[in-house]
T-cell receptor, first 111, second 112 residues
């Protein structure tokens, strides 16, 4: 089953913060986060493994709550280059190879 | 390194025609995947492979076939193209299950 992302779209001014959420109805083994700009391929941001860890990537970080089967992506002090569609991908088990993606969250950063 | 290379970038097919989408990676990744992306729907897994000679179906395999004779290549075959196969197709690879995917630049396919 496809993970559910929220919000579907968000508009930010430069310097503002945003949170994108990803929820699954299945127990999660890992969560991936990708960013895709219009007409381009998705680009890997980070992976979070079972264990509730939090990761950071410059001003973009993420958390993974395996009990709630949720992950959140945090974008702080947003830049114009952060614009794009963000996808979470969920892997439901250690023996699974089928990464299932959410429908995406479109983030627009304006001056 | 070139990463993941997909060809062609664009293609228009007539209903009933067949074609092969090519995918090659030079990173020696064991895992390879084919996804299709339709507007507003995210990416749907068509087929995947965990190594040469091993392939398995994903979420939407109907109308497609794959083969994996080498580590580098993972072609996707469309037989009897239908308008429902109009989509953007992405090939991806990864070194293993706990690593992120590297995507190719995609093939935009239109079936008319």
């Amino acid at each position: 089953q496809q993970p559910v992302q929220s919000p579907q779209a968000v508009i930010l001014r430069e310097g503002e913060d945003a949170v994108i959420n990803c929820s699954s109805s299945k127990a999660l083994y890992s969560v991936h986060w990708y960013r895709q700009k219009h007409g381009e391929a998705p680009v890997f941001l980070m992976i979070l493994l079972k264990g509730g860890e939090q990761k950071g990537h410059e001003k973009i970080s993420a958390s993974f709550n395996e009990k709630k089967q949720q992950s959140s992506l945090y974008l702080t002090a947003s830049q114009l280059s952060y614009s794009g569609t963000y996808f979470c991908g969920a892997l439901s088990g250690a023996g699974s190879y089928q990464l299932t993606f959410g429908k995406g969250t479109k983030l627009s950063v304006i001056p | 390194n070139a990463g993941v290379t997909q060809t062609p970038k664009f293609r228009i097919l007539k209903i009933g025609q067949s074609m092969t989408l090519q995918c090659t990676q030079d990173m020696n990744h064991n895992y390879m995947y084919w996804y299709r992306q339709d507007p507003g729907m995210g990416l749907k897994l068509i087929y995947y492979s965990v190594g040469a000679g091993i392939t398995d179906k994903g979420e939407v395999p109907n109308g497609y076939n794959v083969s994996r004779s080498t580590t580098e290549d993972f072609p996707l075959r469309l037989e009897l193209a239908a308008p429902s196969q109009t989509s953007v197709y992405f090939c991806a690879s990864s070194p293993g299950q706990v690593y992120g995917y590297t995507f190719g630049s995609g093939t935009r396919l239109t079936v008319v």
